[in-house]
T-cell receptor, first 112, second 114 residues
Framework: DVKVTQSSRYLVKRTGEKVFLECVQD?????MFWYRQDPGLGLRLIYF???????EKGDIPEGYSVSREKKERFSLILESASTNQTSMYLC???????????FGSGTRLTVV | AQSVSQHNHHVILSEAASLELGCNYS??????LFWYVQYPGQHLQLLLK??????LVKGIKGFEAEFIKSKFSFNLRKPSVQWSDTAEYFC????????????FGKGTTLSVSS
């Protein structure tokens, strides 16, 4: 089975801090994705990448950036954390669109 | 741009009742369609998917979904729910082309009482 591993399950950060969320997948998938999940809003796409060093903005990229230097690793960066970025962050990977995604367990980020 | 609409925010059923969760999408081209489930405290899991062929798709745990192209719908069904089906259900769609990402609906919370 594909494994998508997110480095932290829970994080607490202060407003203004630079925050790195790491995601690693072990099945050589081309595509990787970052979503945030909020109650009543479902999953909203932040950024995705379909190849190393490639990135595409999703629906809510403001305040975030990403890095994909190696195929297996996709990092989400909060340049200056704000309280409205308190959320559950989900990473996913896929081989191709028709195969569906495999999700990590999520990182619950609290910004205080 | 694609969008996904799930009609029910919260559904409450008794065990053995039948379930149907509505999902409509907006996109003019060929799509791939998915239903994911998230059990309390767990990560998202794929229930079933449709990308071509028979529009009636069977998934895990007795779930099925029917793709009706003319209605842009992909409703999830289960003839008899169990208490263990209590979870949040997400419908998702992506365009059948490279370089696109899954767009999710806002989710439906299903509560099943025993």
């Amino acid at each position: 089975d594909v494994k998508v591993t997110q480095s932290s399950r829970y994080l607490v950060k202060r407003t203004g801090e630079k925050v790195f969320l790491e995601c690693v997948q072990d099945m050589d998938h081309e595509n990787m994705f970052w979503y945030r999940q909020d109650p009543g809003l479902g999953l909203r796409l932040i950024y995705f990448s379909y190849d190393v060093k490639m990135k595409e903005k999703g629906d809510i990229p403001e305040g975030y950036s990403v890095s994909r230097e190696k195929k297996e690793r996709f990092s989400l960066i909060l340049e200056s954390a704000s309280t409205n970025q308190t959320s559950m962050y989900l990473c996913a990977s896929s081989l191709a669109g028709a195969y569906g995604y495999t999700f990590g367990s999520g990182t619950r980020l609290t910004v205080v | 741009a694609q969008s996904v609409s799930q009609h029910n925010h919260h559904v409450i059923l008794s065990e053995a009742a039948s379930l149907e969760l509505g999902c409509n999408y907006s996109y003019g081209g060929t799509v791939n369609l998915f239903w994911y489930v998230q059990y309390p405290g767990q990560h998202l899991q794929l229930l079933l998917k449709y990308f071509s062929g028979d529009p009636l798709v069977k998934g895990i745990k007795g779930f099925e979904a029917e793709f009706i192209k003319s209605k842009f719908s992909f409703n999830l069904r289960k003839p008899s729910v169990q208490w263990s089906d209590t979870a949040e259900y997400f419908c998702a769609v992506n365009a059948n082309q490279a370089g696109t990402a899954l767009i999710f609906g806002k989710g439906t919370t299903l509560s099943v009482s025993s």
